[in-house]
């Protein structure tokens, strides 16, 4: 397969890891909270949240929805649900929102690291267009720093994701809270998506981008033939 070949098929999927990225920092789906639930024909609050705002929907379960041992659920039940932003960098409401003193510790952290995986990635897209766009062959050198900026986006992304694990993992543990069962959803798997497609796919274009190996064991890398990315 012809080099720049390569080179365009990381770029399209290094696009598609950076739409999952970006649609996992917008969107508050990372995990869904259910706390317990005994009686039935009552209404339950379950709980969905990302890295700026929870989600509370309260849920009637009916007969035909019970099941007995689990919690409320599932959060795809029709019901009133009301979002609240998290004031991230201003004292008060979260530690009451989530009843539990570090979760805003925590989703500061997830949104603060998910933001520098955003901007690496608009470094590295930069970089990219400057390669794409340079009306020649001798603007090839961009595409290093914009592997580098998009493999550092993808390990952001996976801090990121850890963190909020963590997050979640905690309040479960907590003594003090409702919730009794949790799962990750849509928008933790885009991250994860985004994660591993933006690391392998950074990784790509800098191996790509890296001159031409010696085809001949006396020579060095120096005196390698050059090859242009056509």
């Known amino acids: 397969?012809?080099?720049?070949?390569?080179?365009?098929?990381?770029?399209?999927?290094?696009?598609?890891?950076?739409?999952?990225?970006?649609?996992?920092?917008?969107?508050d789906h990372w995990a869904v909270l259910s706390p317990q639930m005994d009686k039935v024909n009552e209404t339950c609050e379950a709980a969905h949240f990302g890295l700026w705002r929870l989600c509370k929907k309260y849920i009637y379960i009916s007969s035909e929805n019970y099941v007995e041992g689990r919690g409320c659920g599932p959060i795809s039940l029709p019901g009133e649900e009301n979002c609240t932003y998290f004031r991230h960098?201003?004292?008060?409401?979260?530690?009451?929102i989530f009843?539990?003193?570090?979760?805003?510790?925590?989703n500061i952290s997830a949104a603060a690291i998910s933001i520098f995986s955003l901007v690496f990635m608009m470094l590295a897209s930069l970089c990219l267009m400057a390669s794409c766009t340079g009306g020649g062959k001798g603007r090839d050198y961009l595409l290093k720093p914009a592997g580098m900026f998009y493999?550092?986006?993808g390990l952001c992304a996976?801090?990121?994701?850890?963190?909020?694990?963590?997050?979640?993992?905690?309040?479960i543990e907590s003594e003090d809270t409702i919730w009794i069962e949790y799962y990750y959803a849509w928008?933790?798997?885009?991250?994860?998506?985004?994660?591993?497609l933006l690391f392998l796919c950074?990784?790509?274009?800098?191996?790509?981008?890296?001159?031409?190996?010696?085809?001949?064991?006396?020579?060095t890398c120096m005196?390698?033939?050059?090859?242009?990315?056509?």
């Open 1 to 27: 397969m012809h080099k720049r070949t390569k080179i365009n098929i990381a770029i399209f999927v290094v696009l598609v890891g950076m739409a999952c990225m970006f649609t996992a920092v917008v969107t």
């Open 89 to 96: 960098f201003t004292p008060g409401q979260d530690a009451e």
């Open 99 to 106: 009843e539990y003193k570090t979760q805003k510790e925590y």
């Open 151 to 153: 493999a550092f986006a």
């Open 158 to 171: 996976f801090i990121s994701l850890e963190v909020m694990r963590q997050s979640v993992k905690r309040m």
């Open 187 to 196: 928008s933790f798997a885009c991250a994860c998506t985004g994660f591993v």
């Open 202 to 219: 950074g990784i790509a274009l800098l191996i790509l981008s890296m001159p031409q190996m010696p085809r001949n064991p006396w020579e």
């Open 223 to 230: 005196d390698a033939e050059p090859e242009q990315v056509e």
